[in-house]
């Protein structure tokens, strides 16, 4: 079978006109039925019924059989293609969400010097949410994602490199009662300095209030985590955040929820991703206990 006539016929489906589709591949339109043509006779069957203009048609049901086996042929080609530039010289896409790139990442940095891998690494820095989908649509080669419950997804593996916790972060003259562990009464009335939406900072303070009935109403917003620590040194407010973004300022008070709420950092990789030997080379340098425990 053509991959050529194939590629007339994908593009056939999407457009339902023989005219536009010769149109996008540049080529003639007499091309493009003759493919239709060589595909019909191959499989023996018929794959559209015309209509009477003889530009407009519908898949017959082997029509539509066909069509989407090609979505599933031309993904594997374009993966195939993206899997060879890699070892032909392509850099390695790492994702690192800019928490876990400021606070976390840092340490296994001198290491990948050290081997020679830092120069094909190629840093994609967003959200973990976004990352996630960046990873299953292979925007990303691996990724370092933040959750509040390890990862659980049937295309994705997982290893979990580090656990966090988010801690109560107070300006140090900041009156608070005594306590081992604060509980949500403890701090419903204050003002919040909340991060934005791509911080998952933000779900962790907004399930709080949910899961106590009532509605985060007293805040202050910012898209910038050194804006929204700043603010809560000067005692503009008191925020939610996870101990290693704030565990050596010293105008912080860091004071633990009663009820822990955990924060989880895994090197994750889709799953049935064809590995190249630095990617190896850059995953064995992110498992290594070495550099960073799993624990603070």
């Given at each position: 079978?053509?991959?050529?006539?194939?590629?007339?016929?994908?593009?056939?489906?999407?457009?339902?006109?023989?005219?536009?589709?010769?149109?996008?591949?540049?080529?003639?339109?007499?091309?493009?039925?003759?493919?239709?043509?060589?595909?019909?006779?191959?499989?023996?069957?018929?794959?559209?019924?015309?209509?009477?203009?003889?530009?407009?048609?519908?898949?017959?049901?082997?029509?539509?059989?066909?069509?989407?086996?090609?979505?599933?042929?031309?993904n594997e080609i374009n993966e195939i293609k993206f899997e060879i530039s890699k070892v032909?010289?392509?850099?390695?896409?790492?994702?690192?969400?800019?928490?876990?790139?400021?606070?976390?990442?840092?340490?296994?940095?001198?290491?990948?010097?050290?081997?020679?891998?830092?120069?094909?690494?190629?840093?994609?820095?967003?959200?973990?949410?976004?990352?996630?989908?960046?990873?299953?649509?292979?925007?990303?080669?691996?990724?370092?994602?933040?959750?509040?419950?390890?990862?659980?997804?049937?295309?994705?593996?997982?290893?979990?490199?580090?656990?966090?916790?988010?801690?109560?972060?107070?300006?140090?003259?900041?009156?608070?009662?005594?306590?081992?562990?604060?509980?949500?009464?403890?701090?419903?009335?204050?003002?919040?300095?909340?991060?934005?939406?791509?911080?998952?900072?933000?779900?962790?303070?907004?399930?709080?209030?949910?899961?106590?009935?009532?509605?985060?109403?007293?805040?202050?917003?910012?898209?910038?985590?050194?804006?929204?620590?700043?603010?809560?040194?000067?005692?503009?407010?008191?925020?939610?955040?996870?101990?290693?973004?704030?565990?050596?300022?010293?105008?912080?008070?860091?004071?633990?929820?009663k009820e822990s709420i955990l924060f989880y950092i895994s090197l994750a990789i889709k799953?049935?991703?064809?590995?190249?030997?630095?990617?190896?080379?850059?995953?064995?340098?992110?498992?290594?206990?070495?550099?960073?425990?799993?624990?603070?």
């Amino acid at each position: 079978m053509n991959l050529r006539d194939l590629e007339y016929f994908n593009c056939l489906c999407k457009t339902k006109n023989f005219t536009e589709t010769a149109k996008i591949l540049y080529v003639s339109q007499p091309s493009v039925t003759m493919a239709l043509h060589r595909l019909e006779k191959e499989l023996n069957t018929k794959l559209i019924i015309r209509d009477h203009s003889l530009t407009k048609f519908s898949l017959t049901e082997t029509g539509k059989i066909l069509e989407s086996h090609c979505a599933t042929i031309f993904n594997e080609i374009n993966e195939i293609k993206f899997e060879i530039s890699k070892v032909a010289g392509r850099k390695i896409k790492l994702g690192v969400p800019p928490i876990i790139g400021a606070y976390f990442f840092p340490a296994f940095m001198e290491k990948l010097v050290e081997n020679g891998a830092i120069e094909k690494v190629e840093l994609v820095e967003t959200g973990s949410a976004t990352m996630k989908n960046l990873l299953l649509a292979g925007k990303v080669d691996m990724a370092l994602i933040g959750s509040l419950t390890p990862i659980d997804a049937t295309d994705i593996d997982a290893t979990i490199l580090k656990t966090d916790q988010f801690v109560v972060c107070l300006s140090k003259n900041h009156i608070i009662p005594e306590k081992e562990g604060l509980d949500f009464n403890d701090i419903a009335k204050e003002k919040f300095i909340v991060l934005g939406d791509s911080y998952i900072h933000n779900k962790v303070l907004k399930n709080l209030f949910l899961k106590n009935k009532t509605s985060l109403t007293n805040y202050y917003c910012t898209d910038e985590i050194q804006t929204a620590k700043s603010l809560i040194g000067s005692g503009i407010g008191i925020g939610i955040m996870i101990h290693m973004a704030v565990k050596n300022i010293e105008s912080i008070k860091k004071v633990p929820l009663k009820e822990s709420i955990l924060f989880y950092i895994s090197l994750a990789i889709k799953k049935n991703h064809y590995m190249t030997s630095d990617e190896h080379k850059i995953k064995d340098v992110l498992l290594s206990r070495n550099n960073v425990g799993l624990n603070l």
